[in-house]
């Protein structure tokens, strides 16, 4: 069993609340960060940490800390994105939902480092349980003492706000997340400026994600070098993974970063296997928006070694015959999936949520969306693959945000590794309606040996 | 000692210039002039906040700076990406950014009904000429194109969303010129569109701009609607004492009736000063102006077609009778403009 951080306490009666919360060693590090150390030393352990954002783009927390430009007179602002909408990831609500404290308490001690006074809770709106999950503890940290006017006795004073948005995906991109918390038009903005100069309301700003923000209550109470201990080289910590898709058991597990993606999927401890015992075919492995990958190239990188759940083995061989860590959305297709279906699937998300500023995106997906569509129903021809790659590749790159390149990389990925099954939908029309590719020649390696 | 002026030095295409800490790339290339200034649907130098949205000004920057040489990694929006000193840009040098800028202005047109024909903003259409420049002959969008419902906006605005390329400029028209804002953005993503609160009519006293900033023929003067097509009209300076605004308007003339009026226009389609409604849409008789002089034109623009028709006729020509005889009228328009 690897070790936990995160979700130790989960299965405690009643740790949603304050007082159990606290009996199981919550709010410590709350205590020692602002009595025993400044705000610069917790930056530093965090630093130590190896932290890595865990939203998606895997930037070092620490770094992004001390990036925060520090004005005098100037307010700054923490704000914790937890807009968690990608397809397939489903770790933040779940520890929302479970530990809430735990976000309370970790958006204590980074707004402490940050020297922020006042700090918001940016909730996707469709979590309206969340939401008030959220505020409940926040009421129940203020009785407490550990939020409000001088906490602790220290001098530190820190106002926590959750703010609903509206639910849109756009919003957790975090310049479009500082927009919609302005009240305006989730739109991403224009960087530079970047929030850490100019982020909301023009002062500046950090954005970090939900589990980001959680991974700081350990680095406190255990120390940076302690947390770096865990995981392999510059993925340090535990991360939760929300696997989904056709796996025996679904859920949100924590892993020490650098276990296996083999024994991931198939050891009894995470993931069980794929279900009815089935072969595994494809994996997305971090959210909708990373390249998925063959079962082959998922369990292996190109040069043979098995692939780890870190960052930099998920990254292996590039975008060629890699994929990204992501948030953590760790979907498993089995031999009766389509990729075609899931790709047009995909694309048909991204066309819904581009905010349609700029024009690459706008335009591009929806004309992914409808070539893909086509090519689903059996209406495709042979030059739509290559304009659907090109277009992809239009998209990529010339985009403000990263929704372009998030829309690109699944159907990119897709045409790369599974494109004899595009074909395949091309040219047999009517069956591909009745029934689905199957494996070919991607088959699972290791349902393989045993058979 | 007088502080010396800070000054960047950026390169352009190899083309050296010195501008202010704070130029963007494309002003800065703007400064240079002719064929290495990156064609901008949405930037507007008098709009604050514009640009970055229609990508169609994407340069590459082969180097970050004099003491940060490294390139950028991907290409940048030129309209708000500001200059480093030693900068160096490439725009239509760079095969990436040429492919990129087909590749926009491919999406541009994939919605775009394509109604030049019958749209009055033809031929001053900056969608058009950048269709010219950079548009691939052939289509290879094959499906429906997007439509909306037409709305309503009053009896002075033509909104034609169809057209539109989302480039938000009236909406920073409206928000920075007029008293109230009146309209915005909708929905999002490919069925976003420009509407008006509730359908509201827009009836402020700068609104009009709208129509001199819109780079397509989506927002368009109503009281010029379907009067003629602008290559046949001629622009001519004028002013009058306005009240609201400066009064620096140019006149369209059809023989010798004012057709329409908008605001002086710079070589790159920006207005000089915004004009109010009142002399946009309710003095169009010549006895309301002072009249300065012909505007003057781009000689190879569209509209430049018919306003220089010196005729230089090849020498076969001005050999054959009966050739003479036939281009009579070109020989006469060029005796008369002597």
Same mark, same amino acid.
């Given at each position: 069993?690897?070790?936990?951080?995160?979700?130790?306490?989960?299965?405690?009666?009643?740790?949603?609340?304050?007082?159990?919360?606290?009996?199981?060693?919550?709010?410590?590090?709350?205590?020692?960060?602002?009595?025993?150390?400044?705000?610069?030393?917790?930056?530093?352990?965090?630093?130590?940490?190896?932290?890595?954002?865990?939203?998606?783009?895997?930037?070092?927390?620490?770094?992004?800390?001390?990036?925060?430009?520090?004005?005098?007179?100037?307010?700054?602002?923490?704000?914790?994105?937890?807009?968690?909408?990608?397809?397939?990831?489903?770790?933040?609500?779940?520890?929302?939902?479970?530990?809430?404290?735990?976000?309370?308490?970790?958006?204590?001690?980074?707004?402490?480092?940050?020297?922020?006074?006042?700090?918001? /809770? #940016? =909730?996707?709106?469709?979590?309206?349980?969340? &939401?008030?999950?959220? +505020?409940? %503890?926040?009421? @129940?940290?203020?009785?407490?003492?550990?939020?409000?006017?001088?906490?602790?006795?220290?001098?530190?004073?820190?106002? /926590? #706000? =959750?703010?609903?948005?509206?639910?849109?995906? &756009?919003?957790?991109? +975090?310049? %479009?997340?500082? @927009?919609?918390?302005?009240?305006?038009?989730?739109?991403?903005?224009?960087?530079?400026?970047?929030?850490?100069?100019?982020?909301?309301?023009?002062?500046?700003?950090?954005?970090?994600?939900?589990?980001?923000?959680? %991974?700081?209550?350990?680095?406190?109470?255990?120390?940076?070098?302690?947390?770096?201990?865990?995981?392999?080289?510059?993925?340090?910590?535990?991360?939760?993974?929300?696997?989904?898709?056709?796996?025996?058991?679904?859920?949100?597990?924590?892993?020490?970063?650098?276990?296996?993606?083999?024994?991931?999927?198939?050891?009894?401890?995470?993931?069980?296997?794929?279900?009815?015992?089935?072969?595994?075919?494809?994996?997305?492995?971090?959210?909708?928006?990373?390249?998925?990958?063959?079962?082959?190239?998922?369990?292996?990188?190109?040069?043979?070694?098995?692939?780890?759940?870190?960052?930099?083995?998920?990254?292996?061989?590039?975008?060629?015959?890699?994929?990204?860590?992501?948030?953590?959305?760790?979907?498993?297709?089995?031999?009766?999936?389509?990729?075609?279906?899931?790709?047009?699937?995909?694309?048909?998300?991204?066309?819904?949520?581009?905010?349609?500023?700029?024009?690459?995106?706008?335009?591009?997906?929806?004309?992914?969306?409808?070539?893909?569509?086509?090519?689903?129903?059996?209406?495709?021809?042979?030059?739509?693959?290559?304009?659907?790659?090109?277009?992809?590749?239009?998209?990529?790159?010339?985009?403000?945000?990263?929704?372009?390149?998030?829309?690109?990389?699944?159907?990119?990925?897709?045409?790369?590794?599974?494109?004899?099954?595009?074909?395949?939908?091309?040219?047999?029309?009517?069956?591909?309606?009745?029934?689905?590719?199957?494996?070919?020649?991607?088959?699972?390696?290791?349902?393989?040996?045993?058979? | 000692?007088?502080?010396?002026?800070?000054?960047?030095?950026?390169?352009?295409?190899?083309?050296?210039?010195?501008?202010?800490?704070?130029?963007?790339?494309?002003?800065?290339?703007?400064?240079?002039?002719?064929?290495?200034?990156?064609?901008?649907?949405?930037?507007?130098?008098?709009?604050?906040?514009?640009?970055?949205?229609?990508?169609?000004?994407?340069?590459?920057?082969?180097?970050?700076?004099?003491?940060?040489?490294?390139?950028?990694?991907?290409?940048?929006?030129?309209?708000?990406?500001?200059?480093?000193?030693?900068?160096?840009?490439?725009?239509?040098?760079?095969?990436?950014?040429?492919?990129?800028?087909?590749?926009?202005?491919?999406?541009?047109?994939?919605?775009?009904?394509?109604?030049?024909?019958?749209?009055?903003?033809?031929?001053?259409?900056?969608?058009?000429?950048?269709?010219?420049?950079?548009?691939?002959?052939?289509?290879?969008?094959?499906?429906?194109?997007?439509?909306?419902?037409?709305?309503?906006?009053?009896?002075?605005?033509?909104?034609?969303?169809?057209?539109?390329?989302?480039?938000?400029?009236?909406?920073?028209?409206?928000?920075?010129?007029?008293?109230?804002?009146?309209?915005?953005?909708?929905?999002?993503?490919?069925?976003?569109?420009?509407?008006?609160?509730?359908?509201?009519?827009?009836?402020?006293?700068?609104?009009?701009?709208?129509?001199?900033?819109?780079?397509?023929?989506?927002?368009?003067?109503?009281?010029?609607?379907?009067?003629?097509?602008?290559?046949?009209?001629?622009?001519?300076?004028?002013?009058?004492?306005?009240?609201?605004?400066?009064?620096?308007?140019?006149?369209?003339?059809?023989?010798?009736?004012?057709?329409?009026?908008?605001?002086?226009?710079?070589?790159?389609?920006?207005?000089?000063?915004?004009?109010?409604?009142?002399?946009?849409?309710?003095?169009?008789?010549?006895?309301?102006?002072?009249?300065?002089?012909?505007?003057?034109?781009?000689?190879?623009?569209?509209?430049?077609?018919?306003?220089?028709?010196?005729?230089?006729?090849?020498?076969?020509?001005?050999?054959?009778?009966?050739?003479?005889?036939?281009?009579?009228?070109?020989?006469?328009?060029?005796?008369?403009?002597?």
């Amino acid at each position: 069993m690897g070790r936990t951080l995160l979700l130790t306490h989960i299965n405690v009666p009643g740790i949603q609340g304050f007082e159990v919360y606290r009996q199981t060693g919550g709010y410590r590090s709350v205590e020692k960060a602002l009595k025993t150390m400044s705000p610069d030393d917790v930056v530093e352990e965090v630093k130590k940490s190896g932290l890595r954002g865990r939203g998606g783009a895997g930037f070092p927390t620490g770094m992004k800390w001390s990036f925060l430009a520090k004005p005098e007179g100037v307010a700054r602002y923490l704000v914790c994105n937890a807009d968690e909408s990608e397809p397939g990831t489903f770790k933040d609500r779940y520890l929302m939902t479970h530990i809430p404290h735990a976000l309370i308490e970790g958006m204590i001690v980074s707004s402490f480092a940050l020297g922020a006074k006042t700090s918001y /809770i #940016y =909730v996707r709106g469709e979590m309206m349980p969340q &939401i008030r999950i959220l +505020e409940k %503890a926040i009421a @129940e940290a203020k009785n407490a003492g550990f939020l409000g006017d001088n906490i602790l006795g220290t001098g530190y004073s820190l106002e /926590i #706000y =959750v703010q609903p948005g509206g639910g849109a995906y &756009i919003c957790g991109e +975090e310049t %479009a997340l500082l @927009e919609s918390l302005e009240g305006k038009r989730g739109n991403p903005r224009i960087k530079p400026p970047f929030p850490a100069v100019a982020g909301l309301y023009g002062c500046p700003t950090v954005v970090n994600n939900v589990e980001s923000i959680a %991974a700081t209550v350990p680095i406190i109470n255990d120390g940076g070098e302690e947390y770096a201990k865990i995981g392999i080289e510059r993925s340090t910590g535990t991360k939760l993974i929300s696997a989904g898709g056709n796996v025996k058991r679904p859920g949100v597990y924590e892993i020490e970063l650098g276990v296996p993606v083999e024994e991931f999927i198939y050891s009894d401890e995470y993931c069980g296997g794929i279900a009815n015992g089935k072969k595994l075919k494809a994996v997305v492995a971090g959210g909708s928006s990373v390249p998925i990958l063959p079962a082959n190239l998922i369990l292996k990188t190109a040069s043979g070694a098995p692939r780890l759940m870190t960052y930099e083995s998920l990254a292996d061989g590039g975008f060629q015959t890699g994929t990204m860590m992501g948030s953590g959305g760790f979907i498993a297709f089995d031999e009766d999936q389509c990729v075609v279906r899931n790709t047009w699937n995909f694309t048909r998300f991204y066309r819904h949520e581009s905010c349609g500023q700029c024009s690459p995106c706008r335009e591009g997906t929806g004309w992914m969306e409808k070539i893909l569509y086509k090519i689903e129903h059996g209406l495709g021809t042979q030059s739509d693959i290559d304009l659907l790659w090109d277009v992809q590749k239009n998209i990529e790159g010339n985009t403000i945000c990263p929704l372009g390149d998030a829309a690109a990389w699944p159907v990119a990925a897709a045409i790369r590794h599974f494109r004899d099954e595009f074909e395949w939908h091309i040219q047999n029309p009517s069956e591909s309606q009745t029934r689905n590719f199957g494996l070919a020649h991607y088959a699972d390696p290791l349902v393989q040996t045993v058979d | 000692m007088a502080e010396e002026e800070v000054k960047f030095r950026v390169s352009i295409d190899g083309i050296p210039v010195d501008v202010a800490p704070g130029t963007t790339i494309l002003n800065a290339a703007r400064q240079i002039g002719g064929d290495i200034v990156p064609p901008a649907m949405c930037y507007y130098s008098k709009l604050e906040g514009s640009g970055g949205k229609c990508r169609t000004c994407l340069v590459k920057v082969s180097k970050g700076s004099e003491k940060d040489p490294r390139p950028m990694p991907k290409l940048v929006a030129s309209c708000r990406t500001t200059v480093m000193d030693g900068m160096e840009v490439e725009n239509i040098t760079s095969p990436d950014v040429v492919s990129a800028r087909k590749a926009v202005v491919e999406m541009l047109l994939i919605n775009h009904p394509l109604d030049c024909p019958i749209c009055d903003q033809a031929g001053e259409c900056k969608l058009q000429d950048l269709g010219y420049e950079h548009g691939e002959e052939q289509a290879r969008y094959e499906f429906a194109r997007r439509t909306f419902e037409p709305i309503d906006i009053g009896d002075k605005i033509q909104l034609h969303m169809n057209r539109c390329i989302l480039c938000y400029r009236c909406v920073y028209v409206a928000n920075q010129l007029t008293n109230q804002r009146e309209h915005g953005i909708l929905y999002r993503g490919d069925h976003s569109e420009i509407s008006t609160y509730i359908e509201n009519a827009l009836e402020t006293d700068f609104i009009g701009n709208v129509i001199d900033v819109c780079p397509v023929g989506a927002l368009t003067d109503k009281t010029f609607r379907f009067k003629n097509r602008v290559w046949f009209t001629k622009p001519v300076d004028a002013h009058r004492d306005c009240p609201t605004c400066s009064g620096k308007v140019t006149l369209w003339y059809k023989g010798a009736d004012v057709l329409r009026v908008t605001g002086r226009k710079d070589e790159f389609g920006e207005v000089d000063e915004f004009i109010c409604d009142t002399c946009r849409f309710d003095r169009k008789q010549t006895s309301d102006w002072k009249l300065e002089e012909p505007t003057p034109v781009e000689k190879y623009s569209v509209i430049g077609s018919n306003h220089y028709p010196e005729f230089n006729p090849p020498a076969v020509i001005k050999e054959d009778k009966k050739l003479q005889t036939a281009n009579k009228e070109q020989f006469a328009r060029t005796e008369k403009l002597k």
